[in-house]
């Protein structure tokens, strides 16, 4: 069976409560009206998945992006000796 698009936005609306172009105030709405829900579930630390199975991983790719970033930095720029430009740049990306 296939829908059309008006389908899918008409089950979008029942679903979200939305329309297609949600505008800037009903967004921050929602996401205030939200905001203390997950403030409590996340607390200071955030939960538990989030410190042992995201954390961990994300990490990890950004540790592997910012290898590759280095890498193409180097070849753009092999004059710059001990590469202290390229840090620069990839530690303020970083922070």
Known sequence: ME????DLMEAKKQIWGVGE???TEESKKI????A???DNAM???SNEF???????KVTELLS???????????????????MVF?????????M
Do not use: A, T
């Not at 829908?3 to 008006?6: A, I």
């Not at 996401?31 to 939200?34: A, C, I, K, L, T």
């Open 3 to 6: 829908y059309s698009k008006e």
């Open 50 to 56: 989030h410190r042992e199975v995201v954390r961990p």
């Open 31 to 34: 996401w205030e009206e939200n």
């Open 64 to 82: 592997v992006l910012l290898q590759c970033l280095f890498s193409r930095l180097i070849s753009i720029f092999p004059q710059c000796g001990r």
């Open 43 to 45: 607390g200071d630390e």
């Open 21 to 23: 172009n949600m505008g």
């Open 86 to 94: 390229p840090g620069l740049v990839i530690m303020q990306s970083v």
């Open 36 to 38: 203390q829900f997950w």
